[in-house]
């Protein structure tokens, strides 16, 4: 038996001997040769491709690149190789086998692999060099398109240039994607309506210092002396004057430059953080897709030894009385300074309770050790702390508060506002007026944030930008250094604490330490926690570093003519709805609502505005200025074309609106596959479409003459072509508006059978394709005029615009966008498939997202709510719901989230050049 295992280990040993001892060589050989198909799926070069290798040649990938770009990399070459390079789209090959080679090729880039097989005919000797050169193009283009793992794909990027022996002139500056910067029709039309393209807009994070030249180190600036926003306050005299609301009982301890989340009891915390757990808060998952999970929540839980479900478990509300959260910055994805503050009756019971669990939670953690101290002031601490920061705990008694925080400086600031040598939140007058607006005793209100306008300077203060820049720089310095030592740590052949010193000077670092989660820097911290703006020491700064700010800050500045923009939102979560109500005061200059401003501001919708009414599936009502600038040339434009003297609009009131009726026609439409075949069925079914506009009429006598006046411009422009006809409906006419005999005469298309139907009153003036709409409409004209109560239509919650929708529309209306919505998820889903692949490929034992996990601290998430999971097959990682670039799923043709909401209302007002925006999600009947 002994000797039956020796034998087995010695040919093992020979195999693996004569693998490693079998000489690789390298081929490259022309795609067309391969397939031309796949020459042609090579030349488009889409990012449909990207993920997927076109060729495996023995179960391993071979790299494509373009010949011509490969020639330049590595310079001269023979004749043979220079004419096969300047052929197109080449394949490189590294194999230590005997030809031929088989494989297999992904000709369309669509799924359709086909055996091949290539033998020394078709295949043409190179060198390491040219596989290295064609390699690296690989790398490069996937870098590239800026795909998850980007700082590994720029790493290999440099490897081979040095391998090769060419200059690198990639930079490690990352891009950095935020809310309602990039989306889909849909997301982009949530944002608007929800109020978070005014959030993006006014508080900018995304815009970044550029990245300083190498060699520009020297600290010389003093950044004292560097001059910050110098945007005039608002005004809030008029605004807080004679109100007394009620304030939150922490936001006198709250510093008043710093963001605040309060919360009204101990079930709005529990409620807001469940919600926001299981959606990541619906309003903002709808207008932001991901396809990259940071998981903060999971992060600051850890650190700070507090978990909604352990305080639950073991407080509950009986202990709690108001909650709230604040911080230096609004950076939790990357790493802020956080307070959680209580309020109890039972101040000794909490203390130990908190204490109990914060000590639990970091004792499963070795590294953890316990801290005692004073703050600046005298006021005791104590905590739990980490080397690597994975626990940072500190807890506090001030005044009449419970903190727990993640950062001693955080607890200063508040211990300042305590002793009155720090202004708090509670003596702005923009949040007695956000208070008054949203009071704490009235409504089901889950959490009110808080953004003040001293907030806001501050994060836009020369130190603040110049330190994220710094992060940021560092951040991406980190990575590259994780890749470049990605091997050794795996392997644990990098010892923990292992210092590295390396020369980042952009950075603003040199030191790097391996610590079991990966490497992290001495002086900013790691991938999972930065060390936090509050904590950094920057006195001083590069004179280039100024500049690059001073022309920041003179671009952001010119956003604003007037004030600066202090903002509040109100969340509300409860069984039947989620919704929010947003202000922000003011707008920014040149902000994306200003077409909307210029319409509707000085004019007001009401109640009865847009003629709600309950069979509306879908409402748009915009209120108008008819004496704005942009309606005034509007009518200055028609008045020229028509030749009239009078102004056709002066009957005009103060809205419009576009809505469409419950109709059997929706269910068809529903049915129908794709956007084109709805498209084609809406215009063959045009006539009866129960699709209507409606304005509002200020002077019934000059909508008649507007009537007649384009009646006699048509009848001059088609004599005869047009019958007008007056019908009845409920004791009032109607008008129906159709091609005459003579104007179908010879003609068989479909738009000849089509009609219109208007009716006129002294209060509004409607127009539809259906009878039957018209008719419905004139039920309620009648019933208002006799005065009798109508059914409740959908909420108007804006001023200026109000939207409201039906759950029932969603199939039509994901017909309408799923082709756009399911391209743009699909490309979300398909950017996390390149770096898994590679993880799949080093290190086949591993998950791959797992491993991403653990050592870039982000789990890779599938935008449609599914998972990745390896696919044999195409030898290639896949969403569970949108598949794989070579064999593509079109996932939902709609946030999946949306299926849980039964309607949705918006409302937009504008107010003091500035917005308040409001979304109603009502939940559907679980007994439907």
């Known amino acids: 038996m002994v000797r039956f295992r020796t034998a087995i280990l010695f040919a093992l040993v020979a195999v693996a001997s004569s693998r490693l001892i079998a000489a690789e060589r390298y081929y490259i050989v022309p795609a067309s040769r391969i397939d031309p198909q796949l020459e042609r799926m090579l030349s488009s070069y889409t990012w449909s491709w990207q993920s997927t290798s076109p060729v495996h040649i023995d179960e391993s990938m071979a790299y494509a690149a373009v010949g011509q770009r490969v020639k330049v990399l590595v310079g001269t070459v023979d004749a043979d190789t220079r004419a096969l390079l300047n052929s197109g789209w080449v394949i490189a090959i590294r194999t230590d086998r005997a030809l031929p080679l088989t494989g297999n090729a992904n000709v369309k880039g669509e799924g359709e692999f086909v055996d091949i097989e290539l033998n020394a005919s078709q295949l043409t000797e190179t060198t390491h060099r040219i596989f290295l050169a064609c390699q690296r193009e690989s790398y490069f283009r996937l870098m590239q398109q800026g795909y998850t793992g980007s700082s590994w794909f720029r790493y290999q990027v440099r490897r081979l240039d040095r391998e090769i022996g060419t200059k690198s ?44 030249r190498r060699g520009s180190t020297e600290n010389t600036v003093d950044i004292g002396s560097i001059v910050g926003i110098t945007v005039r306050e608002f005004d809030w005299a008029e605004h807080v004057k004679d109100i007394e609301p009620e304030l939150d009982p922490l936001s006198s301890l709250i510093p008043h430059d710093q963001h605040a989340l309060f919360f009204t009891s ?19 998952r709808l207008a932001e897709p991901q396809g990259i999970d940071a998981m903060t929540r999971k992060r600051y839980e850890t650190q700070l030894g507090l978990s909604l479900d352990g305080l639950a478990e073991i407080l509950g509300p009986q202990l ?26 039972q101040m000794l019971a909490l203390t130990t309770l908190l204490q109990v669990q914060i000590r639990l939670s970091a004792e499963r953690d070795p590294a953890a050790q316990p801290v005692v101290g004073k703050l600046t002031n005298g006021t005791p601490f104590t905590g739990m702390k980490s080397n690597d920061d994975r626990i940072r705990s500190y807890f506090a008694v001030i005044d009449n508060a419970v903190v727990v925080s993640n950062s001693i400086t955080q607890l200063e600031r508040i211990e300042q506002v305590a002793q009155g040598t720090l202004s708090s939140l509670a003596s702005l007058d923009e949040y007695r007026f956000f208070r008054n607006r949203y009071p704490r005793s009235k409504g089901d209100e889950s959490a009110l944030l808080i953004i003040s306008d001293a907030t806001i300077r501050r994060w836009c203060s020369p130190k603040w930008r110049i330190a994220t820049s710094r992060r940021t720089r560092v951040a ?11 091997d050794q740590i795996v392997a644990g052949r990098l010892a923990n604490g292992k210092k590295i010193v390396t020369n980042y000077e952009r950075a603003g670092t040199t030191t790097f330490v391996n610590s079991k989660s990966g490497l992290r820097s001495e002086d900013y911290g790691d991938m999972r926690f930065q ?13 280039e570093e100024q500049r690059f700010y001073n022309r920041w800050r003179d671009g952001y500045q010119r956003n604003w003519s007037n004030y600066f923009d202090p903002i509040a939102i109100r969340f509300v979560t409860t069984k039947a709805s989620v919704g929010l109500d947003m202000t922000v005061m003011p707008l920014i200059d040149f902000s994306r609502y200003r077409d909307l401003i210029n319409i509707s501001q000085g004019a007001s919708l009401d109640d009865e505005a847009g003629d709600p009414h309950p069979e509306a599936v879908i409402h748009w009502v915009l209120a108008v200025n008819t004496e704005s600038q942009f309606v005034r040339q509007g009518v200055d434009f028609a008045r020229n074309f028509a030749s009239v003297s009078m102004s056709p609009l002066s009957w005009l009131g103060d809205d419009l609106s576009l809505y469409v009726d419950r109709d059997p026609i929706w269910s068809k439409v529903g049915e129908i596959k794709g956007r084109d075949g709805v498209a084609d069925f809406l215009i063959e079914h045009l006539d009866g479409l129960p699709v209507a506009a409606q304005f509002d009429v200020r002077s019934g006598m000059r909508l008649t003459l507007f009537l007649s006046a384009v009646r006699g411009f048509v009848s001059q422009a088609a004599p005869g072509m047009l019958v007008w ?23 068989d298309d479909f738009m000849d059978n089509l009609a219109l139907y208007y009716v006129a009153s002294g209060d509004s003036f409607t127009v539809s394709l259906s009878k039957t709409v018209v008719k419905r409409a004139i039920d309620r004209i009648v019933a208002r005029t006799e005065g009798k109560p109508l059914p409740a239509g959908p909420p108007s919650l804006g001023k200026n615009l109000a939207f409201h929708v039906d759950g029932k529309t969603l199939p039509l209306i994901s017909q309408l966008v799923a082709e756009d919505y399911q ?34 601290q982000q789990r890779l998430v599938c935008p449609g709510g599914g998972t990745y999971q390896w696919n044999e ?17 079109r996932g939902p043709g709609l946030p999946p989230t949306l299926s849980q909401f039964s309607q949705g209302d918006f409302g937009l007002t504008f107010e003091d050049d500035g917005l308040r925006a409001r979304v109603q999600l009502l939940r559907k009947n679980t007994d439907e």
């Open 169 to 212: 002139s990639v930079s490690t500056q990352r891009q950095r994607q935020f809310f309602g910067v990039r989306g889909t029709s849909i997301t982009d039309t949530f944002a608007l309506l929800s109020g978070g393209r005014a959030l993006s807009e006014n508080l900018q994070l995304g815009r970044e210092l550029p990245q300083p």
């Open 873 to 889: 097959e195409f030898q290639t990682m896949e969403s569970t719901v949108y598949g794989h670039p070579a064999a593509v799923k």
């Open 531 to 543: 060390t936090p703006i509050n904590e950094m020491e920057l006195p001083r700064v590069t004179p």
């Open 476 to 486: 991406a310095a980190l990575l590259d250094m994780q890749a470049q030592y990605l």
């Open 823 to 856: 391209r743009s998820m699909q490309r979300v889903a398909f950017s996390n498939i390149p770096i898994l692949n590679e993880w799949k490929r080093r290190f086949p034992d591993r998950d791959p997202v797992e491993f991403h996990a653990q050592l870039w």
């Open 725 to 747: 006809t007056t019908q009845e409906h409920n004791g009032h006419g109607f008008v129906r508006v159709a091609l005459s005999v003579a104007g179908r005469a010879g003609s």
């Open 266 to 284: 101990f079930d709005s915390l529990i409620g807001f953080g469940d919600e926001a757990a299981d959606q990541g808060t619906p309003i903002l």
């Open 320 to 345: 709690i009385d108001t909650v709230a959260i604040t911080g230096g910055d609004p950076y939790f994805r990357t790493g802020t300074d956080v307070a959680v503050m209580f309020t109890s009756k």
